[in-house]
């Protein structure tokens, strides 16, 4: 499967799905996986055509560091694949608990008067609480960015 249809099968409908139900656990834990799953796809097309090396590891960093909304969404899918993550290197989301779901006047959603369309909202808490977002928020913008390369 091309990245372009991975992008428009699975991760779109995933990630509209969240928008249209910003409470559901399920549909959020769906676009964050497919998100991540994209950039793998992603680097293996681009390894495949010879623009990026074998180290899909490097890949994700490099990506991490050029736009910390994948970065969040990266560590929220590895914490949610792996339930914690343990090893030394810093991380923007550890724990799988750290998706979770808040009443819609949670936060950020207190000054939002569309937050109040909804009973609850998932939230991924980063361990830096500056860089904790609504996960449709964060979710959609990780697939903005990727709609430009796809």
């Known amino acids: ?11 779109a409908p995933n ?4 928008g249209n139900d910003v409470g559901d656990l399920r ?14 796809i992603i680097h293996a097309d681009l390894h495949s055509r010879g623009q990026e090396t074998n180290d899909d590891a490097a890949f994700r960093e490099r990506f991490a560091e050029q736009h910390l909304e994948y ?3 990266r560590d929220a899918a590895f914490a949610l694949k792996h339930g914690e993550l343990r090893h030394k290197k810093p991380r923007l989301v550890q ?23 909804t009973e609850a909202v998932i939230w991924i808490e980063a361990n830096n609480p500056d860089h904790s977002r609504r996960a449709d ?13 796809v």
Do not use: C
């Open 1 to 11: 499967m091309s990245p372009a249809e991975f992008f428009k099968d699975i991760v």
């Open 15 to 18: 990630v509209d799905a969240l």
């Open 27 to 40: 549909h959020a834990v769906n676009a964050i996986l497919s998100l991540d799953a994209l950039a793998g």
């Open 71 to 73: 970065g969040i969404v």
């Open 95 to 117: 724990r799988a608990d750290q998706v979770t779901s808040y009443s819609g006047a949670f936060g950020e959603a207190v000054w939002d008067r569309s937050a109040f369309d």
């Open 137 to 149: 928020q964060i979710t959609r913008a990780v697939l903005d960015i990727f709609r430009g390369m």
